[in-house]
């Protein structure tokens, strides 16, 4: 089973999402500049959101170079001063196995650990008994149930030996989550903001105290993510009570959390004008709806640029779903049924066509967390479906 899940989302002015030069990051589609946010951004701040939070109650993961402090100070316990003596012992197990130290403190790579294994770690630092090698490998390898890594998988590289030797191939974890790279649909050129700051205590000398520029754009986003959901409860450990409160909580952030880039200067936190959810469970078949907008939306249309853009993604869906036989069970979300999710048949006389709704009347919600509820339903269903299969 896979759910689908598309959005289409306006950003007012900002810089969510910058390159080597601070410039908001773009790419090339249809021929023309595209504002773009990356797969890696969009899936960070929906780790780390209080809305997926809430499937981390038994703890969440951690990504850090940074695993000998955190450890130590599992080690000492609540309130106490981590010990070097336990960060030489540590760090000397990682280095017989394999991973390289940039510095004392800080590995070569980023390690995505549940905090459990951390805490497992200090633990076994603390006992002092055993081989302390063995116990971390143990911990790295069997502590791995937690949804952020089941969802983004987990795909560290580093030469296992010694005492990790038998890390080799188990260490990874095939993500469940496909997350394509958010795109505007529509033409931007980026701009520039020149900036300055007053002095409150000005001097003899005239003029701002402080001058800058910084690049920005406003684009409407088209996202697009996949979860597997059967790679997800492999992941989980076949716990499928978990598995579904994953998806749930993914479906609530992805829809609600906003990537940190300068937003305290911008403060473009958006809501999506509409969401898409395709659960299928027949036809198992991934399709992005990008190509929708391979032809850019232009900078005037009688719609506007959100009705445009959604009006696209109709047609495409009905086009897509119908030429391809894919079948799924669809849910369109917008806010109050501010937007309808439509298509226009082109088998019909020019002077008689009429716009049609995508999705029956039941799939149509102008409630979010109603909209919610029956994804999930449906998402229950095609697991009870796939059980009894």
Same mark, same amino acid.
């Given at each position: 089973?896979?759910?689908?899940?598309?959005?289409?989302?306006?950003?007012?002015?900002?810089?969510?999402?910058?390159?080597?030069?601070?410039?908001?990051?773009?790419?090339?589609?249809?021929?023309?500049?595209r504002?773009?946010?990356?797969?890696?951004?969009? +899936?960070?701040?929906?780790?780390?959101?209080?809305?997926?939070?809430?499937?981390?109650? +038994?703890?969440?993961?951690?990504?850090? $170079?940074?695993?000998?402090?955190?450890?130590?100070r599992?080690?000492?316990?609540?309130?106490?001063?981590?010990?070097?003596?336990?960060?030489?012992?540590?760090?000397?197990?990682? +280095?017989?196995?394999?991973?390289?130290?940039?510095?004392?403190?800080?590995?070569?790579?980023?390690?995505?650990?549940?905090?459990?294994a951390?805490?497992?770690?200090?633990?076994a630092? *603390?006992?002092?008994?055993?081989?302390?090698?063995?116990r971390?490998?143990?911990?790295i390898?069997?502590?791995?149930?937690?949804?952020?890594?089941?969802?983004?998988?987990r795909?560290?590289?580093f030469?296992?030996?010694?005492?990790?030797?038998?890390?080799?191939?188990?260490?990874?974890?095939?993500?469940?989550?496909?997350a394509?790279?958010?795109?505007?649909?529509?033409?931007?050129v980026n701009?520039?903001d020149?900036?300055?700051?007053?002095?409150?205590?000005?001097?003899?000398?005239?003029?701002?105290g402080?001058?800058?520029?910084?690049?920005?754009?406003?684009?409407?986003?088209?996202?697009?993510?996949?979860?597997?959901?059967?790679?997800?409860?492999?992941?989980?450990a076949?716990?499928?009570?978990?598995?579904t409160?994953?998806?749930e909580?993914?479906?609530?952030?992805?829809a609600?959390?906003?990537?940190?880039?300068?937003?305290?200067?911008?403060?473009?936190?958006?809501?999506?004008?509409?969401?898409?959810?395709?659960?299928?469970?027949?036809?198992?078949?991934?399709?992005?709806?990008?190509?929708?907008?391979?032809?850019?939306?232009?900078?005037?249309?009688? *719609?506007?640029?959100?009705?445009?853009?959604?009006?696209?993604?109709?047609?495409?869906?009905?086009?897509?779903?119908?030429?391809?036989?894919?079948?799924? +069970?669809?849910?369109?979300?917008s806010?109050?049924? $501010?937007?309808?999710?439509?298509?226009?048949? *082109?088998?019909?006389?020019?002077?008689?066509?009429?716009?049609?709704?995508v999705?029956?009347?039941?799939?149509?919600?102008g409630?979010?967390?109603?909209?919610?509820?029956?994804?999930?339903?449906?998402?229950?269903?095609?697991?009870?479906?796939?059980?009894?299969?």
């Amino acid at each position: 089973m896979l759910i689908e899940i598309h959005m289409i989302q306006n950003h007012s002015p900002a810089n969510l999402n910058r390159d080597d030069l601070g410039a908001p990051k773009t790419c090339l589609f249809g021929g023309v500049t595209r504002a773009r946010i990356s797969s890696q951004c969009l +899936k960070r701040s929906i780790r780390r959101s209080p809305e997926f939070a809430a499937a981390l109650e +038994k703890g969440g993961a951690v990504r850090t $170079r940074r695993l000998v402090e955190l450890i130590a100070r599992a080690a000492a316990g609540s309130g106490n001063p981590a010990k070097e003596d336990d960060r030489r012992a540590i760090r000397k197990v990682f +280095k017989d196995g394999g991973v390289g130290m940039k510095d004392e403190s800080t590995f070569d790579i980023l390690f995505f650990l549940p905090q459990s294994a951390i805490d497992n770690m200090g633990g076994a630092v *603390r006992a002092g008994n055993g081989s302390l090698g063995a116990r971390f490998a143990e911990a790295i390898g069997r502590f791995v149930k937690t949804p952020d890594i089941a969802l983004c998988g987990r795909m560290t590289e580093f030469d296992a030996k010694g005492p990790f030797a038998e890390l080799r191939g188990r260490f990874t974890v095939e993500a469940a989550l496909s997350a394509a790279h958010a795109i505007s649909t529509h033409a931007v050129v980026n701009e520039v903001d020149y900036f300055t700051a007053a002095d409150d205590i000005p001097g003899q000398d005239a003029g701002a105290g402080h001058v800058n520029e910084a690049m920005f754009n406003s684009a409407c986003f088209y996202k697009h993510f996949c979860i597997d959901f059967e790679q997800l409860k492999k992941n989980l450990a076949d716990d499928t009570q978990l598995a579904t409160t994953t998806v749930e909580c993914f479906l609530k952030a992805a829809a609600k959390a906003n990537p940190s880039g300068k937003q305290h200067s911008f403060a473009a936190f958006n809501c999506p004008d509409g969401i898409l959810v395709e659960v299928k469970q027949e036809a198992a078949t991934p399709v992005s709806y990008a190509n929708a907008f391979a032809d850019p939306v232009p900078d005037r249309c009688p *719609r506007g640029l959100i009705a445009e853009s959604i009006a696209r993604l109709g047609q495409y869906v009905h086009d897509i779903s119908n030429g391809y036989g894919i079948e799924a +069970k669809r849910f369109w979300f917008s806010p109050s049924n $501010r937007y309808a999710l439509t298509f226009v048949d *082109r088998n019909e006389p020019s002077n008689a066509r009429k716009e049609k709704p995508v999705i029956g009347d039941n799939g149509n919600i102008g409630d979010f967390m109603a909209f919610v509820r029956r994804v999930m339903d449906a998402v229950s269903a095609g697991q009870a479906a796939g059980a009894g299969a």
